[in-house]
């Protein structure tokens, strides 16, 4: 081997190592199970069993607003990043709209802290200031998370995140990572992290219930990928199932329910396959809103997602649902349309359950 070649190879192999480096100080590589801190006031009370339990499920899509088409929206999309001024516009919003429903329970996704798209906020914060004299408890978790995406509609940081409000005491919460979708190994680094936040309640009679929270992978075409979470968050409802632990899970799940797929224009369909996904869990668990319920005569009444599209004058799909034990009741179910169609592209599902009674 000559001089020449060995210095070359020996360069290219200093370039690789460097970018190696690089690339692993710039991104996150979450556990598939990892323990996060949780935000609890000791006075916050305890569920008691047989209770009634409000709960709400809101995508509030980094508080950016309707007034945009980003380009990862349509083909057509430009805008990047929202003003101060409709983030400001947008947190106000979901803190009305929070008071006013007022729920035991807030799930939300797509709140970002320290991204650049978002000026870097900690919208978890800046929310949680609003509405800290109803939710004593909360827990975290980030879905997304970069110092630097080389992405150039992004060109910086990432950091995107589920968060849990509580009236009751969380005992303890962890993140649990889902399936992430086939990418090359360097996009891998740079991708969502798609993952399921859970926060245990404990129950006054010495048990705990599982409430769950999920934003599922939002894919371009349809692949294995939202199958393979699917699966995933079934097995983790199945175990809590088959121990007697009480749950629900709430969230932005990117799938459509019986019958929408055929209702999109054919030019909306392509996320979407005519065979959801999503029958891996409602062939076994209540899921609202239900099937009927979603392609029924009411049908307008449970659409949840609002795309940031030109062409729509209004929500068009459902894609954001809440599932539960079958040992819980439902007694009211609804989507809050009317004055929320400006705050998020999402619209939020809430629901009024009756816990398990104790045996």
């Excluded at 070359?8 to 692993?24: D, E, F, K």
């Excluded at 950091?159 to 086939?182: C, D, K, N």
Aim: aromatic share 10%.
């Amino acid at each position: 081997m000559t001089r020449l070649l060995r210095y070359t190879l020996l360069g290219l192999l200093s370039v690789i190592v460097l970018l190696a480096l690089l690339i692993y100080s710039l991104t996150w590589r979450p556990g598939a199970k990892e323990v996060l801190p949780v935000s609890c006031n000791a006075e916050a009370p305890t569920l008691v069993p047989g209770q009634a339990l409000k709960v709400m499920s809101w995508n509030v899509q980094y508080l950016a607003g309707k007034r945009y088409v980003f380009w990862n929206d349509l083909a057509a999309g430009t805008d990047e990043q929202p003003t101060p001024a409709d983030m400001a516009f947008s947190l106000d919003e979901v803190a009305r709209v929070i008071r006013d429903e007022n729920p035991d329970i807030v799930l939300l996704q797509e709140l970002d802290d320290g991204a650049k798209a978002s000026d870097y906020q900690n919208q978890f914060k800046l929310l949680q200031e609003r509405v800290a004299d109803l939710y004593p408890c909360s827990a975290r978790a980030y879905d997304w998370k970069a110092d630097f995406v080389p992405q150039p509609h992004i060109f910086g940081s990432v950091g995107r995140q589920l968060a849990t409000l509580s009236r009751y005491q969380i005992e303890h919460a962890e993140r649990l990572q889902l399936p992430v979708a086939p990418a090359n190994f360097i996009s891998r680094q740079f991708n969502p992290k798609n993952a399921l936040l859970v926060s245990y309640l404990p129950l006054s009679d010495g048990g705990q219930m599982a409430v769950l929270n999920t934003h599922l992978d939002r894919v371009m075409q349809p692949d294995d990928s939202l199958q393979a979470q699917v699966a995933a968050v079934a097995k983790v409802l199945d175990k809590y199932e088959s121990r007697g632990t009480p749950w629900l899970i709430g969230g932005d799940f990117n799938l459509l329910p019986l019958g929408q797929y055929r209702r999109l224009p054919t030019e909306q369909r392509t996320p979407y396959s005519a065979d959801s996904a999503l029958h891996v869990l409602w062939d076994k668990y209540p899921m609202i809103p239900t099937n009927d319920e979603a392609g029924g005569i009411d049908r307008a009444r449970w659409l949840t997602h609002y795309p940031n599209d030109p062409g729509l004058n209004g929500p068009d799909r459902t894609v954001d649902y809440q599932f539960y034990s079958p040992r819980i009741k439902r007694v009211e179910a609804m989507v809050r349309q009317d004055d929320t169609l400006r705050i998020s592209d999402h619209l939020p599902v809430i629901a009024r359950f009756l816990l398990p009674a104790a045996p």
